[in-house]
């Protein structure tokens, strides 16, 4: 990072980072300040230049979050191609590490995700800087910072089993930036919350901005920037890629200090998007009504997929039951207002118990799943509810599956009664730690909670801008869905690859077979896409 005023160096160094000072951060990405190193990938030695925490807006918020680590294969300074790609063409995969809504720090080729708290810079390059030698300042988003139980033990000695997205976009070729953000628990040293709604979204659209800002002296097309993400990473991705350079965001990049460039991305890659809020308790009821035992997470508040998952069993109470019944009538009414239809032009509808077109729409996409993986070999056959008749998945007992997925939140899963989950608190505010965002969680309310900004809501669900006027919505996407994932319904994705396909983007929409709540499980797959858009 570029520090052009010692002063507020020093006052970051100390953790205090707020004082008044005219000082700026530069935009200037410097091409000087890397470490060389060597990872292996799938056998294969891959030397890359590492340039790490660079704070990519003028003024940041909060040093610990709004940095980007960008990677560079070492061919590209020898003038060298990676198969078709060239210093100059070569695609930058922009992976997201957010988790749960929680801040998150750049993912590292070290571990692949973001670095522990404590761990300090890891950049050993030339530092011309003191201040980037300086410990993370004493922020809160500790809970995301606690390394999860068995990861850290790892840092360091990526797996050889399982590399991750960014060593294999490396060893393939690509250009890696990936970006930090704040997020719903970041605090400035006074605690005012920082990282509330829209912060993570107007972080990653600074992080673009900065990629194109810097495009000429950078490696790698910053026209061709592809978003990855898993979950409320995924969901981030999604809106990233639906709402490019929409003005809504302007005032809040701006407030930052962001690049004045364009904040559109070329592709986006979402794994189970933890998306669509205002909607999600709906489709989750809508999925799971009559299922009233749960296995849910035992910590509330604080959900984050790279967490180890310990499940609590449970039974809905009555009135769970009754509130699960209510949400799950507001859901029909819902998808029938969106007008989407399926690839051969049939209208995706629902009736007021919620059966008819969309509900076998999103069926199909179970047992193609289901058939997939027949034909990779799986066996299925310890999976009664499943029909197979001379190598062919024909049918899926639908109710049973679902009982065989289960039941992992309660209603409302996303905007909760008593303000528990952590989407309340995504949009919370400087001041106050959790709200609702939804009119039935207001009106539901058991713990005094006020109602969001519904400005905000929208700002946050990419469903309201895909390819609306004054909008960049990018053509390419990916989306996975695992079908044994219950932290959102299967609605969720579907809606939205359905709304982007029919609004006439590409879209690569699936559900992978038996995966619960998770991403990058199929690099393979997912860099194959990758290459084949930006060819
Ligand atoms: C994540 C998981 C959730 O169940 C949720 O509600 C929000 C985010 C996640 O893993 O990022």
Same mark, same amino acid.
């Given at each position: 990072?570029?520090?052009?005023?010692?002063?507020?160096?020093?006052?970051?160094a100390?953790?205090?980072a707020s004082?008044?000072?005219?000082s700026?951060?530069?935009?200037k990405?410097?091409?000087?300040?890397?470490?060389t190193?060597?990872?292996?990938v799938?056998?294969?030695?891959?030397?890359?230049?590492?340039?790490e925490?660079?704070?990519?807006?003028?003024?940041?918020?909060d040093?610990?979050?709004?940095?980007?680590?960008?990677?560079?294969?070492?061919?590209?300074?020898?003038?060298?191609?990676?198969?078709?790609?060239?210093?100059d063409?070569?695609?930058?995969?922009?992976?997201?590490?957010?988790?749960?809504?929680?801040?998150?720090?750049?993912?590292?080729?070290?571990?692949?995700?973001?670095?522990?708290?404590?761990?300090?810079p890891?950049?050993?390059?030339?530092?011309?800087?003191?201040?980037?030698?300086?410990a993370?300042?004493?922020?809160?988003?500790?809970?995301?910072?606690?390394?999860?139980?068995?990861?850290?033990?790892?840092?360091?000695?990526?797996?050889?089993?399982?590399?991750?997205?960014?060593?294999?976009?490396?060893?393939?070729?690509?250009?890696?930036?990936?970006?930090?953000?704040?997020?719903?628990?970041?605090?400035?040293?006074?605690?005012v919350?920082?990282?509330?709604?829209?912060?993570?979204?107007?972080?990653?659209?600074?992080?673009?901005?900065?990629?194109?800002?810097?495009?000429?002296?950078?490696?790698?097309?910053?026209?061709?920037?592809?978003?990855?993400?898993?979950?409320?990473?995924?969901?981030?991705?999604?809106?990233?890629?639906?709402?490019?350079?929409?003005?809504?965001?302007?005032?809040?990049?701006?407030?930052?200090?962001?690049?004045?460039?364009?904040?559109?991305?070329f592709?986006?890659?979402a794994?189970?998007?933890?998306?669509?809020?205002?909607?999600?308790?709906?489709?989750?009821?809508?999925?799971? /009504?009559?299922?009233? =035992?749960?296995? *849910?997470? @035992?910590?509330? %508040? +604080?959900?984050? #997929?790279n967490?180890?998952?310990?499940l609590?069993?449970?039974?809905?109470?009555?009135?769970?039951?009754?509130?699960s019944?209510?949400?799950?009538?507001?859901?029909?009414?819902?998808?029938?207002?969106?007008?989407?239809? /399926?690839?051969?032009? =049939?209208?995706? *509808?629902? @009736?007021?118990? %919620? +059966?008819?077109? #969309?509900?076998?729409?999103?069926?199909?996409?179970?047992?193609?799943?289901?058939?997939?993986?027949?034909?990779?070999?799986?066996?299925?056959?310890?999976?009664?509810?499943?029909?197979?008749?001379?190598?062919?998945?024909t049918?899926?007992?639908?109710?049973?599956?679902?009982?065989y997925?289960?039941?992992?939140?309660?209603?409302?899963?996303?905007?909760?009664?008593?303000?528990?989950?952590?989407?309340?608190?995504?949009?919370?505010?400087a001041?106050?730690?959790?709200?609702?965002?939804?009119?039935?969680?207001?009106?539901?309310?058991?713990?005094?909670?006020?109602?969001?900004?519904?400005?905000?809501?929208?700002?946050?669900?990419?469903?309201?801008?895909?390819s609306?006027?004054?909008?960049?919505?990018?053509?390419?996407?990916?989306?996975?869905?695992?079908?044994?994932?219950?932290?959102?319904?299967?609605?969720?994705?579907?809606?939205?690859?359905?709304?982007?396909?029919?609004?006439?983007?590409?879209?690569?929409?699936?559900?992978?077979?038996?995966?619960?709540?998770?991403?990058?499980?199929?690099?393979?797959?997912?860099?194959?896409?990758?290459?084949?858009?930006?060819?």
């Amino acid at each position: 990072p570029i520090l052009t005023c010692s002063l507020m160096s020093l006052s970051f160094a100390t953790g205090s980072a707020s004082a008044a000072t005219n000082s700026e951060y530069s935009l200037k990405f410097n091409a000087t300040n890397y470490t060389t190193k060597t990872i292996t990938v799938d056998g294969q030695s891959v030397t890359y230049r590492a340039y790490e925490n660079i704070v990519y807006v003028k003024n940041p918020v909060d040093i610990n979050y709004e940095t980007m680590n960008v990677y560079v294969p070492e061919e590209y300074f020898q003038g060298k191609s990676i198969g078709s790609y060239t210093a100059d063409t070569a695609p930058i995969f922009f992976p997201n590490q957010v988790g749960g809504y929680m801040p998150a720090q750049p993912g590292s080729t070290e571990t692949g995700k973001g670095m522990g708290m404590g761990a300090g810079p890891q950049n050993g390059a030339p530092k011309t800087d003191k201040e980037s030698e300086a410990a993370p300042g004493a922020d809160t988003g500790t809970e995301l910072n606690k390394p999860a139980a068995g990861k850290d033990e790892n840092a360091g000695t990526p797996s050889s089993e399982s590399p991750s997205a960014i060593a294999v976009a490396l060893s393939k070729g690509y250009v890696v930036a990936s970006p930090g953000a704040r997020g719903r628990t970041t605090k400035d040293e006074k605690g005012v919350y920082t990282g509330k709604a829209p912060a993570a979204i107007v972080d990653l659209k600074a992080a673009v901005r900065y990629l194109r800002f810097n495009d000429d002296i950078m490696p790698g097309d910053a026209e061709k920037i592809i978003s990855n993400g898993t979950s409320a990473g995924g969901a981030l991705s999604a809106l990233l890629g639906a709402t490019g350079n929409n003005a809504e965001y302007e005032p809040y990049l701006e407030a930052i200090g962001a690049a004045d460039e364009r904040d559109d991305v070329f592709a986006v890659s979402a794994y189970t998007p933890i998306t669509n809020l205002d909607n999600a308790d709906a489709a989750y009821e809508w999925q799971f /009504n009559g299922i009233n =035992t749960y296995e *849910k997470l @035992d910590f509330s %508040g +604080n959900t984050d #997929f790279n967490m180890e998952r310990t499940l609590v069993e449970g039974t809905l109470t009555e009135n769970q039951i009754q509130v699960s019944n209510e949400l799950e009538a507001m859901f029909p009414e819902y998808v029938n207002s969106l007008g989407l239809t /399926n690839t051969d032009g =049939t209208a995706l *509808k629902m @009736d007021a118990d %919620g +059966n008819g077109t #969309f509900k076998d729409y999103i069926k199909a996409f179970v047992i193609a799943s289901a058939q997939k993986a027949l034909k990779s070999g799986t066996d299925l056959s310890d999976k009664t509810w499943i029909t197979i008749e001379n190598g062919t998945v024909t049918d899926i007992d639908y109710d049973q599956y679902l009982a065989y997925l289960g039941r992992m939140k309660l209603p409302g899963a996303f905007d909760g009664l008593d303000l528990s989950n952590g989407e309340n608190d995504l949009f919370g505010t400087a001041n106050v730690a959790a709200q609702h965002f939804t009119q039935f969680g207001l009106e539901h309310d058991t713990a005094g909670g006020t109602l969001a900004d519904q400005n905000l809501v929208k700002m946050m669900n990419p469903m309201n801008y895909i390819s609306t006027e004054g909008t960049t919505t990018t053509n390419n996407w990916r989306i996975r869905m695992g079908t044994k994932d219950s932290d959102t319904s299967l609605a969720v994705s579907t809606i939205l690859a359905t709304e982007l396909e029919n609004k006439g983007s590409n879209v690569d929409f699936a559900m992978a077979w038996d995966i619960p709540h998770s991403g990058d499980y199929d690099l393979d797959e997912l860099f194959a896409w990758a290459d084949k858009v930006s060819a």
